[in-house]
């Protein structure tokens, strides 16, 4: 075959050829194969009305049962299109584009107010759920965040915080060796190394246990149960019960005298002794402050 023969047969087939990624726009992504497919409009290669087969998906890792890189663009969205030996009948969609259609970026941002910097690099979806990397020198975070405002995140310290929507959270703190719990309404409790300290939403330390020493500040404290016990290990010392019950009315009982015409009604009799001991309860300190 002659060379001219040769330069014909390659030209006609580059002509019916389209190689190279062309603009498109996705008009169906319920691929009911489950092979990540779309289908799109090429309105430089079909026209504006032609609508693609099923066009099979170009990804950065996959290939092999159950695993891979799986983000469907949403109907609408601005994907690159190629045709596979560029061949109309094979359409592959390779990617995805932003444009500006009322002259501002459609790059996801985390919060509309923040610009996105190239140390940025965010996943975001439709609905708004968020991961956030953030590589900025001094400032390396991981954040993921639900579109309703819980998240979870990582700071440069390595500190994890984990957030509701109502504004509790949890600080699992490295840099201060500390952990915090805050409820919605900002009542508090702080763990570290050296007390537990329960803090009220307006500031005021009501619990704190540190050591060998406990502190309770409040106007009023009450304590209930059968039986309550303070002091040092192995010595424990009962307190009375508030009406006094147990020794004060027995002591009254067993020594009281009654007046007659012949004097008194006899001398006192020694108090009983309790046929059984009181039970005891081990408290945590020796040092109980009460204000």
């Not at 504006?48 to 663009?73: H, K």
């Not at 957030?163 to 600080?171: H, R, V």
């Amino acid at each position: 075959m002659s060379l001219e023969k040769v330069v014909a047969n390659l030209v006609q087939k580059i002509e019916n050829r389209f190689y190279g990624k062309y603009r498109g726009l996705v008009v169906e992504n319920a691929d009911p194969e489950k092979l990540g497919r779309l289908k799109v409009k090429v309105p430089s290669v079909l026209g504006n009305e032609v609508v693609s087969g099923w066009a099979m998906p170009c990804t950065p890792y996959g290939g092999d049962r159950d695993q891979g890189f799986l983000f469907i663009p949403e109907v609408g969205a601005g994907v690159w299109v190629e045709f596979e030996e560029g061949d109309l009948e094979f359409p592959i969609w390779v990617g995805t584009f932003w444009s500006k259609p009322d002259g501002e970026s459609e790059l996801p941002k985390v919060a509309d107010e923040i610009q996105n910097s190239p140390t940025q690099k965010i996943i975001k979806t439709k609905k708004g759920h968020t991961i956030q990397l953030e590589d900025a020198d001094g400032k390396e975070k991981i954040t993921i965040k639900h579109k309703d405002k819980s998240f979870f995140a990582i700071d440069e310290n390595g500190s994890v915080i984990i957030g509701n929507q109502k504004g509790s959270t949890i600080l699992l703190n490295s840099k201060d060796k500390n952990l915090m719990l805050v409820d919605e309404h900002a009542n508090s409790v702080i763990m570290s190394e050296e007390s537990i300290t329960i803090v009220t939403k307006d500031g005021k330390v009501a619990i704190e246990l540190s050591g060998s020493m406990a502190r309770i500040a409040a106007e009023e404290i009450v304590m209930q149960g059968k039986s309550v016990v303070l002091g040092a290990a192995g010595a424990p010392t009962e307190l009375e019960p508030t009406i006094k019950a147990k020794t004060f009315f027995s002591t009254i009982w067993a020594t009281h005298t009654h007046p007659t015409a012949l004097g008194p009604s006899g001398p006192p009799i020694p108090p009983v002794a309790p046929m059984l001991a009181a039970p005891v309860v081990p408290f945590i300190t020796s040092n109980v402050l009460v204000k």
